[in-house]
């Protein structure tokens, strides 16, 4: 048994008294830092920026007052063509999270649509005005275009392909039954369209939708993520593992072209000579003169998803908190807003 004498509890007292008076300005200390005021400078600065950190774009879509640029969140970013501030909403409904917005489109009168991932679909009446509806389908869609006629077409689980002729109040479905997803729809003339689905599935209409027939495949185990047609014959197909698939006889037969990449090409586009593919990892192709080369430095390490061509060839690009557009004829890119 330890017997605690005298001088040990000296000791013991004296240390008391020591570290009394040091906890207690600790604890002072503590309050006073707790009470001066926050500098929520970076904060504000942030919340100014129009491109974000945070932000995620899915689509972009040229309308005729400017770019939009639509993401996560139910973000809307506007950047508009006569050069005025950019200007950030986010899209909702009451009792409602703001949707994933996963595509975006724009018919030939104009209008432009954006789909939810939750199946809203949003149209826009006004600068910043969107009203939104419903896509009736117990499958998940992933995908939105409007075809040259100005018809809306929705690629869909279960092999389901949904289309609207009068801007999204009434749909009509075609499943064919099989389980597969269409990831890409495009329509390179009113007559004329694509359905590119899992396991490389190519389905195709020659007479506007009313019926389908099974086109050729790429590859059994090509997964497409972007399609782009320059016409009834030419088109291009991007996948999930970076390769990039061309088809010169309206999708009969497709060669595979060399892409340098195993990044997912998330966007194609093109015009008459070129052709642009976007990807993970900041990726930036151009297809010249028969081949895929890497492209300007795009700005970013983040995936870009979305393109988008402007009638004078300007290309907008967009993807994880950037958003670039590049200049063709000069070769450059060029960064939009904040973000990163």
């Given at each position: 048994m330890i017997r605690r004498g005298g001088e040990f509890r000296r000791v013991v007292d004296l240390a008391r008294r020591i570290m009394r008076p040091a906890a207690l300005l600790g604890f002072a200390a503590l309050v006073a830092a707790c009470q001066a005021p926050l500098d929520l400078s970076g904060v504000e600065a942030t919340r100014k920026q129009p491109i974000r950190r945070t932000d995620v774009f899915q689509a972009v879509v040229d309308a005729p007052d400017g770019t939009l640029l639509a993401g996560n969140d139910g973000l809307m970013v506007l950047k508009p063509a006569d050069g005025s501030a950019m200007q950030r909403q986010i899209l909702t409904q009451p009792d409602h999270f703001?949707?994933?917005?996963?595509?975006?489109?724009?018919?030939?009168?104009?209008?432009?649509?954006?789909?939810?991932?939750?199946?809203?679909?949003?149209?826009?009446t006004g600068k910043d005005h969107w009203t939104a509806g419903k896509v009736p389908t117990d499958e998940a869609v992933l995908t939105l275009t409007c075809s040259p006629a100005g018809t809306l077409w929705i690629g869909a689980g279960f092999a389901t392909l949904l289309h609207s002729t009068d801007g999204g109040r009434n749909w009509e479905s075609t499943s064919f039954d099989d389980d597969l997803q269409f990831t890409e729809v495009h329509f390179p003339s009113a007559q004329t369209g694509f359905a590119l689905g899992e396991f490389g599935t190519v389905m195709r209409t020659r007479d506007g939708?009313?019926?389908?027939?099974?086109a050729g495949s790429p590859s059994e185990e090509f997964y497409p993520l972007s399609a782009w047609f320059r016409d009834d014959l030419h088109g291009w197909a991007g996948s999930l593992d970076g390769a990039i698939y061309a088809t010169a006889d309206g999708g009969d037969s497709w060669v595979h072209e060399a892409s340098g990449t195993r990044a997912p090409i998330y966007g194609l586009t093109g015009d008459a000579q070129n052709v642009y593919a976007v990807g993970n990892f900041g990726v930036f192709l151009v297809r010249r003169d028969g081949h895929w080369q890497p492209g300007p430095h795009s700005g970013t390490r983040g995936f870009l998803r979305a393109f988008s061509r402007a009638a004078d060839g300007t290309l907008t690009f967009a993807g994880q908190s950037f958003a670039g557009r590049y200049q063709p004829q000069t070769g450059t890119v060029s960064a939009i807003g904040g973000g990163r």
């Open positions: 703001p949707p994933v917005l996963i595509a975006m489109t724009r018919c030939p009168d104009g209008r432009v649509f954006a789909l939810g991932s939750d199946k809203s679909l949003w149209t826009r939708g009313k019926s389908w027939q099974r």
